[in-house]
T-cell receptor, first 116, second 113 residues
Framework: AQTVTQSQPEMSVQEAETVTLSCTYDTSESDYYLFWYKQPPSRQMILVIRQEAYKQQNATENRFSVNFQKAAKSFSLKISDSQLGDAAMYFCAYRSAGGATNKLIFGTGTLLAVQP | NAGVTQTPKFQVLKTGQSMTLQCAQD?????MSWYRQDPGMGLRLIHYSVGAGITDQGEVPNGYNVSRSTTEDFPLRLLSAAPSQTSVYFCASSRRASYNEQFFGPGTRLTVL
């Protein structure tokens, strides 16, 4: 069974600085997708960024980028020029490329605080 | 588009009561799922559906029932509420292919006394 581990329960960053959130996963599959979701205090789950395992190039979305290391099964999220609105819980998630469930497997989350 | 809607937003139940959490989506998505979120545990899959009339169990299905009579609706039924079911419940939907984004509803905070 696949598992996702986020080893940093809480992180803090100064506004305008850069922060990296860690995520590791375990799987025997070769084809899968990885996601970072943001959950602000409103509780809404918001997709931040997505990575296809078969793509070597790291995904980027504006100030958000990932460092995807397939061999190491590592998928970290880098937030550049942090803003107060980035304060939220961040979840790393895994989804198999095959199968019929479309199931997401989540990590336990990292609570990010942004200091002004 | 309203996206994924859930009702109610908050609910308090007594042990043994039953209730239905409603979920609807207007994006014609084939896949719909229910997750529960507990502190320190992330989100865990309860039940899912790959289309109208087709449902299956996820990781933590005990104490919950689902049905999918239409593409749009996917209600979650608590048969006999227990304090262990105190949680935040999220409904999600997506298109069939695995790379597609799952869209989440705003969640329902359920407390069972």
């Amino acid at each position: 069974a696949q598992t996702v581990t986020q080893s940093q329960p809480e992180m803090s960053v100064q506004e305008a600085e850069t922060v990296t959130l860690s995520c590791t996963y375990d799987t025997s599959e070769s084809d899968y997708y990885l996601f970072w979701y943001k959950q602000p205090p409103s509780r809404q789950m918001i997709l931040v960024i997505r990575q296809e395992a078969y793509k070597q190039q790291n995904a980027t979305e504006n100030r958000f980028s990932v460092n995807f290391q397939k061999a190491a099964k590592s998928f970290s999220l880098k937030i550049s020029d942090s803003q107060l609105g980035d304060a939220a819980m961040y979840f790393c998630a895994y989804r198999s490329a095959g199968g019929a469930t479309n199931k997401l497997i989540f990590g336990t989350g990292t609570l990010l605080a942004v200091q002004p | 588009n309203a996206g994924v809607t859930q009702t109610p937003k908050f609910q308090v139940l007594k042990t043994g009561q039953s209730m239905t959490l409603q979920c609807a989506q207007d994006m014609n998505h084939e896949y719909m799922s229910w997750y529960r979120q507990d502190p320190g545990m992330g989100l865990r899959l309860i039940h899912y559906s790959v289309g109208a009339g087709i449902t299956d169990q996820g990781e933590v299905p005990n104490g919950y029932n689902v049905s999918r009579s239409t593409t749009e609706d996917f209600p979650l039924r608590l048969l006999s509420a227990a304090p262990s079911q105190t949680s935040v419940y999220f409904c999600a939907s997506s298109r069939r292919a695995s790379y597609n984004e799952q869209f989440f509803g705003p969640g329902t905070r359920l407390t069972v006394l």
